[in-house]
């Protein structure tokens, strides 16, 4: 589709249109051309159903009679109806916009659509509403922090704003509804503070500062696979048009909202940076085609990004957009899959340029991301491959092409530190259709037997993926749920599990499946810290002010007497709404659950979200100021997170002090095989700090007494090799009894295939007879009840008098000779 130059004739066009219109239609009072640069058009249908267009887009311009330099300035977003946790979203712009011209800023690209964009003078990657939200043009690249039109307006650094459909935030009224067909568009370059007396609904009509329209711009080159691939992750020929592209298809993606098709050049090049396939997207429509044809390809020359590619700190996918081809050929042979042995893939993970490893030469004999960057989109293949990432929601699996590397003994494959990646560990997902052959269902420990393979490219989640079009079978490796011992009489068992965003609105089954591996697989533990308990309605009653949650542990304690355990009682504190972060609406917080029949909890009254707990001393002995009581709440270390709960226990006669835990999530922090190297991990300020706190609160208990049994348990969001923990071990007041078992043990997670330990259990030096167990019963598995394990901790607390303990003591050996005493 040819559109016309919006140049000098279309402004006067605009012009006469206008006096025309004015004959009709008075202009509200004031109404004049603006002298800076404004919104001109809006359109967020990009590649929705019945969309031509591929891509949503933001169209600049100025009717004065100067440049508009656009440095430091930003195109922002916000939904049309703000919540308290919506935020502007922007993408920063470069150079300028000119009189009688138009600036272009490309935003989020959906899956439909068969027409490009012409080239952007800006790219974002924003999902713009379709039929209603609110942009603005700001100077400044900062986001807004405004939810109002009336804070909006008061913002200075607001140019230009536009609210359409039934936006919250917009000038005056907003303007009319787009559609995934229309935009909202400026009649004239004027500004009436009026959205809608400013903008009309109409076929959308992008043109960038160059004066070209979709389907317009320069003549397409020629080009080769492994021409458009280059030698570096961006291509060198991204956002241009290419024709005579040959190859045979290898694959087809036949279904979901990324359809297109795989071919490979069986004439490649001698450099082994170059890779020789080349993904063809499609949109929404199924191409014709199957593995064997011989074609010859055009289209657009594209870097995917999942995200904001400004901003995103995931590598990109090379591939041909708004294609044609003809198949010169039919029954072609298609190349073999290259064999991922132990030895193809480099154990050197990445470069580590301390940035952007994008421009940097392709090493792919050296470095794993390096390796699979030069086969992208190229088929591969795996036989007799061990899963050590069991099958997800998502319909996918991780196996390792390194059997050898860090294998624990269950069949996964151990992350053991930041310099040890994992280099062998590849994810699965399938191009069959799940109506022919459902995706198998596969735990940690099973073989992916015989050949699995497809062409392989990189997915934000995950990392590179071999998307197979020939998947092996699951052989059942006969992996089975770890049961621990019962404590013994004269031993305290203290256990953590986070049990995964329960609330009382969950299903009765899940409540069931926890229960049992509280009774059975613990053991029915003295004591349970539990993590992500949610308010009573749990994420459907989002800020409406309920914080209780004494229906979701009701019926847990429920199921757990239904599952032959012990009436557990609890304790916890209800937070203030909406402010410790977690599933949106959640009110997520730790709990404490415990056995009276074993033990008794000391209550102490004034605890509650914001009051912090105190250490005392009374004779010679620490205690609690309250109890339960949330350890220093409002200090900025807990901003939108949980507060740690301590509480104060007895047993047979000794205290004990057990603080429950659910530090800050990783959120935000770049991936492990993403385009930053090495990746920042911006969320682990916020949980040393965390540790910091915690760690001071209990310095304060050991000071007050040397010989506190203390207990430190819960999810702590990190490795044991990180500086989190390592803050609260330091100087050895605590010691954290992952590091007491062998490396390939440490793990209670599993994350893109690889086993690794978020959570802890961790103890002052006081309590004797220390035996500790990480419970394997759901992160390895394909059915899980939580995506955490459990851990268990059995001692005997000490009392502070030598012969009250050895008498103990005594009594234990009896038990273990002749049975209970209990």
């Known amino acids: 589709m040819n559109l016309p130059y919006r140049g000098a ?46 891509t949503d887009f933001v169209e600049l311009a100025t009717a004065g009679a100067e440049p508009v330099d656009l440095a430091g300035w930003s195109v922002q977003y916000l939904p049309a109806s703000p919540s308290a946790s919506s935020r502007w979203q922007a993408t920063p712009l470069t150079g300028s916009v000119w009189p009688g011209s138009r600036y ?87 500004d009436t503070d009026s959205n809608v007396a400013d903008f009309t609904a109409g076929a959308p009509t992008p043109t960038n500062a160059a004066g070209e329209a979709p389907g317009e711009g320069p ?49 490649p090049d001698a450099d082994p940076r170059t890779s020789e396939g080349l993904f063809v997207f499609t949109g929404s429509t199924t191409p014709p085609l199957t593995p064997g044809d011989a074609v010859s390809v055009s289209g657009t020359v594209g870097e995917y990004y999942p995200d904001n590619p400004a901003h995103s700190a995931y590598q990109s996918l090379t591939q041909l957009a708004s294609p044609e081809w003809t198949v010169t050929g039919r029954g072609r042979p298609v190349p073999e899959p290259l064999g991922l042995t132990p030895d193809a893939v480099p154990g050197e993970y ?24 030069a086969h992208e989109s190229e088929l591969v293949g795996v036989r007799d491959a061990r899963v050590v990432g069991p099958t997800t929601e998502y319909h996918e699996l991780y196996v390792t092409t390194k059997p050898d590397e860090w294998a624990s003994a269950r069949g996964g494959t151990v992350y053991t530190g930041y310099d040890r990646p994992n280099t062998g560990v590849l994810k699965v997902e399938s191009l069959i259709p799940f109506g022919q052959r459902p995706f198998p269902k596969a735990n940690t420990g099973d073989t992916l037997a015989g050949a699995t393979s497809g ?86 009653g989002h800020g409406d002010g309920v914080v209780s949650t004494e229906r979701t542990l009701a019926r847990f304690v429920d199921a757990i007497v239904a599952a032959g355990g012990p009436r557990y009682e609890w304790r916890q504190i209800d937070p203030v709404d909406l402010a410790d972060g ?22 102490r009254p004034g605890g509650d979200a914001t009051t912090p707990v105190r250490v005392e001393r009374s004779r010679g002995k620490a205690r609690l100021s309250i109890s339960p009581g949330r350890v220093d709440p409002t200090d900025p270390a807990w901003e939108d997170s949980r507060k740690p709960l301590a509480g104060e226990f007895v047993f047979r006669g000794r ?9 800050a999530s990783k959120g935000g922090d770049q991936p492990l095989h993403g385009r930053f190297q090495p990746p920042t991990r911006g969320s682990e300020t916020q949980r040393i700090a965390q540790a910091r706190v915690l760690r001071a609160f209990v310095d304060e208990l050991l000071a007050a007494d040397r010989g506190a049994n203390v207990v430190v348990a ?109």
């Open 9 to 54: 004739a279309a402004t006067t066009m605009a012009l006469a249109l206008a006096l025309a219109l004015a004959l009709t239609v008075a202009p509200p009072a004031g109404a004049a051309p603006s002298d800076d640069a404004l919104i001109a058009e809006v359109y967020g249908g990009g590649g929705n159903s019945g969309a031509t267009l591929t």
């Open 104 to 190: 272009l800023v490309a935003q989020g690209r959906g899956a439909g659509g068969t027409v490009d964009l012409p080239a952007a003078d800006a790219t974002g990657g924003i999902a713009m509403g379709a039929t209603a939200g609110t942009v603005a043009l700001v100077r400044d690249t900062a986001p807004l922090t405004c939810r109002t039109a009336a804070d909006c307006a008061a913002d200075e650094r607001v140019v230009d704003l536009v609210g359409y459909g039934n936006a919250v935030v917009r000038e005056g009224t907003p303007a009319p509804a787009a559609s995934n067909t229309t935009s909202v568009a400026r009649g004239q370059l004027t």
């Open 219 to 267: 003549e397409p080159v020629a080009a080769r696979v492994h021409d458009i691939q280059g030698t570096t992750r961006v291509s060198p020929l991204n956002g241009q048009r290419v024709a005579g592209v040959t190859g045979v298809v290898t694959a087809v993606r036949s279904f979901g909202s990324a359809r297109g098709f795989w071919l490979q050049d069986p004439e």
């Open 714 to 822: 819960g999810d702590i969001n990190d490795y044991a090799f990180s500086p989190t923990v390592r803050t609260l071990t330091e100087g050895g007041a605590l010691t954290a009894l992952i590091d007491t078992l062998p490396e390939t043990e440490r793990y209670s997670y599993v994350f893109e295939g690889r086993s690794q330990v978020l959570d802890h259990v961790l103890i002052s030096r006081a309590p004797r007879g220390v035996d500790y167990d990480v419970v394997h019963l759901n992160a390895e598995f394909a059915e899980q009840a939580s995506d955490h394990d459990p851990q268990v901790v059995r001692f005997r607390p000490a009392s502070g008098n030598p012969a009250l303990d050895a008498a103990y003591d005594l009594l234990d050996l009896l038990e273990r000779l002749f049975g209970s005493w209990r």
């Open 350 to 373: 990445a470069p580590q340029p301390d940035g952007n490893i994008e421009p940097l030469p392709l090493e792919p004999d050296r470095y794993a991301l390096d390796f699979w960057e």
């Open 455 to 540: 062409p392989v490219e990189y997915d934000r989640f995950g990392g590179y993926t071999l998307f197979a079009s020939v998947l092996g079978e699951v052989r059942d490796n006969g992996l089975t749920r770890e049961v621990t011992r019962r404590q013994r009489g004269g031993e305290l068992a203290v256990a953590t599990y986070n049990v995964e965003n329960l609330s009382a609105v969950n299903e009765q089954a899940k409540f069931d499946e926890l229960a049992r591996g509280i009774v059975h697989h613990l053991a029915a533990p003295d004591i349970v810290t539990l993590e992500e308990i949610q308010d009573d309605n749990g994420p459907e």
């Open 655 to 663: 205290t004990v002090f057990v603080v429950a835990n659910h530090f």
């Open 582 to 603: 977690g599933q949106p609406g959640g009110n997520i917080r730790v709990a404490f659950l415990f056995d009276p029949k074993r033990v008794s909890f000391v209550d």
